[in-house]
């Protein structure tokens, strides 16, 4: 192994110095001339703009219609760039033979009125065609132009693949040195003979100021653009042949080569090329430590590393030309780099055959691998070739699409062992991959019928793909195909699926449709004929046959109910269970009341006649709600609206005994809204702070001054805005929200009432529920200490109906709330069935006349008499008389003369706010006596 090591080190190091010799004899030049070339473009330089070209192009040459020009043409163009105002002149035009005398007076005339900015070209060239003694003379301008003007060379000297890359800075010539037009036009100071320009390509040649010179013959020229400006007058037109091939920018105009020379000079970016030897040993000394520490053993590998090393060296080099303008050579760089991997793989090629070795057993292992696990897959599985030719059937295949074994055997194709829909599937993905190369694999479903056996779902996919590792040029047309075909059988989860999807949409134990499923058919029926009808019955005293013949008679009931009004064909579209004893159908067609009542009373008919039990039989009642539509007449509405129009009317029905049928009546249905949603939000408002409190005053009927007043509450709903009690007060004494309700009027009561001057009190009205329950003494004593009410500041009014029971249970609690120090009133006196016997056993503190009374006294006698009969009885018991509802000063002026001690209405005042309460009573002390308080 060391000796293999240090025979491959020796190799790579004679490369190495093979190399070197190439890099020192030149042969890498131009390989480092392509290289340098093409990092020009990472440079993209701007041009100062301070050199102009005038171009003698092809338009130039057409308007004057001859060239060479007169001479006379170039004295005026000079004439006309000083007019300009142009700081120097240069013409690239040979003036080294003279013309007519005439023309050459008027040149040598305008050069000399540009008093020595005009420079004229110089050029070295070849005496002669003789080979064997060229002979190198100078050409300059004749004596006569010369004479006034400066002289400068325009000499270009091209690499051997025929580019021009640099520029020299000027030649001598008889003892005396000639600048170069570039080092002449950047003002370079001392150029010498052996220097020359190395031109940056990365200088963008199409932002050179350019313009014809037939436009500044013509007066057409902006003198603004040449002001200040050195021009270069030279040829751009095809004819004239004066072009050289440089990098990066390819052909140009010989006055734009010295352009892009001069720009260099003054951009400071006069390139600097490294020694290419002095890199080449650097690099020859890095690779060989490369190959001692790798070894080059196959398990090292240096492949990246070599490659990143080239890469960055690139890089590198790219980098100091654009930031520094330093031209390294790289191509020895390259060249060693490839040069080692080559030698790489070459001492990898027995490690890459043992590689292979091992990889096609591999290969054959998981070819073996996946036929097993086809075979004993789950799924059924079918491999065939683009022909479709079968590949393989693996057991699970035969079982599910009932193949022979004998029919897969070789030979078979795709049609011969699968139905015919399923092989053209098949078919159609094979020529899908064929034009459009791919095919998207989509789940499809299909029913198999089997000879002798039950039919079968199969849900299954067609995956068709091009084998890996074509050739790239290789078209799907022609390419290698295999289809993969796989299948299960899904037929339980089918069954499964449609019974789930049944028991969703309908009854498990009458098989009548759901809620939902039966507005699902009413839409149907909307969005057909538009007329139909919903009933909704509900089975009268079915409870008690539940009840007294058990709960499988009533299940077997209910089940021929569902019987009855199932959907037969004919005017009943759908019928449902809402929920117990309670259906539904649909009558599809009926747009009139009259035909639909008619249809509804024969189902109540047939369904209150006797149902056959095992007990002998039963009979039930029948109440329904009927909601009849015709969208035409009626509009646009939904299903799910009729059903609940039928349920209201359902509901009307239910309140009256007996059998009854009632149509859906809209005013009665906004009212059963209404209710619901008070019952809906009644839990919720409070949370809300939807409640609030108004206080109704209460006068001293003698002399008019205030003693307090009764709590009344209010709620202001977000949607049916304010609700009287009369609407919410029974709902929450029948969903059980009163005592709630009733505990927080007491609390917020008797807080705000503690604001209140002395000795003004409050009245709150506690319910029957409220007062019923054990907590009432607890509640009122937690509300005192909370607010700091004086107890006999609080009143608490009791309605007449609580008292009728004058069992022991009430009389304690009226006695506990007695010790807490509070009053009494009993509220309504004289509206239920009134009791001398539970006044004398619970002496309350009070009575409170009822409004309807009060409402009556100028009408009715009775009323009259009703009044002073219960003064007479307070009298007897020593209990204050609180009439309400007073309005008018008749009315308070009987009551008064009567002997009633307070009232309250509207006469003194509508209910206030706890702040106006407070407000307008400021001032009242023990006797005193408000201002316009009392109207009466």
């Known amino acids: ?444 479903t299909a029913r198999l019928a089997r000879e002798g056996g039950m039919p079968c779902a199969i849900e299954y996919t067609i995956g068709v793909s091009l084998l890996a590792g074509r050739d790239a040029s290789e078209t799907p047309e022609d390419a290698a195909i295999v289809v993969c075909l796989t299948a299960r059988d899904i037929s339980e989860r089918i069954s499964y699926e449609e019974r789930l999807r049944w028991m969703s949409d309908n009854d498990d134990m009458t098989g009548l449709a759901r809620r939902h499923a039966f507005v699902a058919r009413t839409e149907d029926a909307l969005a057909g004929s538009g007329k139909c009808a919903v009933a909704a019955f509900n089975l ?84 329904a709600g009927l909601t009849v539509h015709d969208t035409r007449r009626d509009g646009a509405t939904s299903g799910e609206t009729l059903l609940d129009h039928a349920e209201m009317a359902l509901d009307e029905s239910r309140m009256v005994h007996g059998s009854h049928i009632v149509l859906y009546d809209r005013p009665l249905a906004d009212q059963r809204r209404r209710s619901r949603i008070i019952e809906r939000d009644l839990w919720q408002a409070l949370d809300r702070g939807e409640f609030h409190l108004r206080y109704q005053p209460k006068v001293n009927l003698a002399n008019g001054s205030p003693t307090g007043a009764e709590a009344l509450m209010r709620w202001h709903h977000p949607e049916l805005g304010d609700v009287s009690p009369a609407d919410f007060i029974a709902i929450a004494e029948a969903n059980g929200s009163i005592e709630t309700l009733g505990r927080w009027a007491l609390e917020t009561a008797c807080r705000e009432a503690a604001t209140w001057p002395e000795p003004l009190g409050v009245s709150v009205n506690i319910a029957p529920q409220q007062f019923c329950s054990g907590n009432i003494a607890s509640d009122v004593e937690s509300a005192l200490a909370a607010s700091g009410l004086r107890p006999g500041r609080l009143t608490l009014e009791l309605v007449e109906s609580e008292m009728l029971e004058s069992d022991a249970t009430v009389l304690r609690r009226v006695e506990s709330l007695k010790r807490l120090g509070v009053r009494l009133s009993l509220d309504d006196f004289g509206t239920g069935y009134s009791s001398v016997g539970y006044l004398s056993r619970l002496r309350f503190d009070e009575i409170k006349i009822d409004r309807q009374f009060t409402t009556n006294l100028g009408t009715d006698p009775g009323a009259q008499g009703i009044i002073r009969s219960v003064v007479v009885l307070a009298e007897t018991f020593d209990m204050k008389i609180v009439s309400e509802g007073i309005e008018t000063p008749e009315q308070a002026l009987f009551l008064r003369l009567a002997g009633c001690q307070e009232g309250q209405g509207f006469l003194y005042s509508e209910p206030l706010t706890s702040a106006e309460f407070r407000a307008r009573f400021a001032g009242t002390g023990d006797s005193g006596r408000p201002p316009s308080t009392a109207r009466a």
Not at 109 to 121: D, N, S, W, Y
Not at 281 to 297: D, E, R
């Open 1 to 444: 192994m060391k000796q293999d090591t240090r025979n491959r080190t020796l190799l790579g190091a004679s490369l190495l110095a093979l190399l070197l010799f190439a890099q020192s004899a030149g042969w890498l030049a131009p390989l480092n001339r392509y290289l340098s070339d093409h990092r020009y473009v990472f440079g993209d330089r701007p041009v100062s703009g301070e050199i102009v070209f005038v171009a003698i192009d092809k338009r130039s040459l057409d308007e004057i219609g001859v060239w060479p020009w007169p001479r006379s043409l170039h004295g005026e163009l000079t004439d006309r760039l000083i007019e300009a105002g142009v700081s120097e002149i240069v013409f690239d035009i040979d003036f080294s033979t003279p013309s007519s005398a005439e023309e050459d007076a008027a040149f040598a005339a305008a050069i000399e009125r540009a008093g020595g900015t005009v420079v004229l070209p110089a050029f070295l060239q070849r005496a002669s065609a003789d080979s064997a003694n060229p002979g190198i003379e100078l050409s300059e301008p004749i004596p006569e132009l010369a004479r006034n003007a400066w002289l400068a060379s325009v000499n270009v000297f091209p690499d051997s693949d025929g580019m021009v890359r640099r520029f020299p800075n000027g030649f001598m010539t008889d003892g005396s040195f000639i600048a170069s037009v570039p080092a002449t036009l950047a003002r370079m100071p001392d150029p010498h003979e052996d220097d020359e320009v190395r031109i940056d390509f990365g200088i963008d040649a199409s932002g050179i100021p350019a313009m014809s010179a037939a436009d500044i013959l013509g007066g057409r020229a902006d003198a603004r653009l040449l002001q200040g400006r050195s021009v270069i007058v030279g040829a751009l037109a095809t004819e004239l042949r004066d072009f050289y091939s440089v990098p990066r920018h390819g052909v140009v105009a010989g006055s734009v080569l010295q352009i892009l020379a001069a720009e260099t000079l003054m951009a400071g970016r006069d390139l600097v090329g490294l020694d290419g030897t002095m890199v080449a040993v650097g690099t020859s000394g890095l690779l060989l430590l490369v190959l001692l520490a790798a070894g080059l053993s196959q398990k090292t590998r240096i492949a990246p590393a070599l490659i990143a090393l080239a890469a960055l060296a690139e890089t590198g080099a790219t980098i100091l030309y654009v930031r520094n303008g330093i031209i390294v050579p790289t191509a020895f760089i390259h060249i060693a780099t490839a040069a080692i991997l080559a030698l790489r793989w070459m001492t990898m090629t027995d490690f890459f055959r043992d590689l292979l070795r091992e990889a096609t057993a591999k290969a054959r292992m998981n070819r073996k691998v996946l036929q097993q696990v086809v075979r004993e897959n789950f799924d059924a599985i079918i491999i065939a070739d683009g022909a479709g030719n079968v590949r393989q059937v693996n057991p699970a295949a035969r079982a599910i699409f009932d193949i022979a074994e004998s029919a897969a055997g070789d030979g078979a194709t795709i049609p011969d062992i699968l139905p015919r829909p399923i092989a053209e599937e098949v078919d159609l993905a094979i020529a899908d991959i064929r034009s459009e190369g791919s095919h998207a694999t989509e789940l499809r």
């Open 540 to 623: 009268h005293r079915f409870k008690t046959v539940n009840m007294a013949l058990g709960r499988e008679t009533g299940n077997a009931l209910l089940r021929e109910v569902a019987e009855r009004i199932a959907p037969d064909g004919g005017l009943i579209a759908a019928a449902a269970r809402l929920g117990g004893d309670t259906f539904a159908v649909l009558l599809e067609g009926l747009g009139e009341e009259e035909e639909a009542r008619a249809a509804c009373e024969a189902i109540c008919a047939a369904l209150m006649r006797p149902y056959s039990i095992e007990q002998g039989s039963a009979q039930v009642g029948v109440q």
